[in-house]
């Protein structure tokens, strides 16, 4: 199998790795649950009906973090099925101990690079949303080419979501929002549901990072697109 920290060569590519600390209690998560909530890196398409064991909605979210928004909206949303890509080893254990600790049954997660599991393993117009939150910002403008939300990627990510489905992006760093904004009108397949920025739906808790830095007078802008 592939390492997931040295992706192949292309054009486009949906982290840096820098991984951090991984503790006992996350790395016991990764041993034990993630054979039983996580999905193998494949080059074949993934049954997402079959995996969660239902026909239901599925929401994507690329970059996950630490996994306390995903785990909150998750159960907040049992309606839906969510499948967590993130990269990161002690994410992926946070979020496989709150999936544990909370019982929840409508969240999977693929560790591995988010460009090849689109290419690969998710099929055209399967999903009904794409969640990206608080992706890094790379303020430095030689570094901006490492931003997540590029061209490409939103290309590739349209035409995986079904016509109807939701784009969501959420920023903290302004000059990002900028940027996600042109990206995503940019887009002819995505039509923006706001004049600019969207309001932040209920769906989409506040970090405690996030409460902090509003009472501080700082911003978030959400970034919402349709599919056409």
Not at 124 to 137: M, Q
Not at 186 to 191: F, I, S, V, Y
Request: net charge positive; hydrophobic share 40%.
């Amino acid at each position: 199998m592939p390492d997931p920290s040295q992706p192949v060569a292309r054009a486009i590519r949906s982290f840096v790795l820098r991984q951090g600390r991984v503790s006992s209690a996350q790395q016991r998560a990764c041993e034990t649950l993630l054979p039983r909530y996580g999905i193998p890196y494949a080059t074949s398409l993934v049954e997402l009906d079959h995996v969660f064991g239902r026909a239901a909605p599925k929401i994507l979210e690329i970059g996950f973090g630490m996994g306390e928004t995903t785990a909150e909206i998750a159960a907040a949303q049992p309606q839906n099925d969510y499948l967590g890509i993130e990269v990161h080893t002690p994410g992926v254990g946070s979020l496989l101990k709150q999936i544990d600790a909370r019982a929840l049954t409508n969240v999977r997660i693929i560790q591995y690079d988010a460009v090849e599991v689109l290419r690969h393993m998710i099929a055209p117009g399967s999903l009904d949303g794409v969640h990206i939150f608080f992706p890094d910002p790379w303020p430095k403008k030689r570094h901006h080419k490492r931003r997540l939300i590029q061209p490409p990627l939103v290309s590739l990510l349209a035409q995986k979501l079904k016509t109807g489905a939701i784009f969501h992006a959420a920023t903290d760093w302004h000059e990002y929002a900028e940027q996600i904004l042109a990206v995503l009108a940019a887009e002819p397949a995505l039509t923006n549901t706001a004049a600019d920025y969207a309001e932040r739906p209920g769906y989409r808790p506040l970090t405690k990072f996030e409460s902090r830095g509003l009472k501080l007078g700082h911003g978030v802008w959400d970034i919402l697109f349709r599919r056409l």
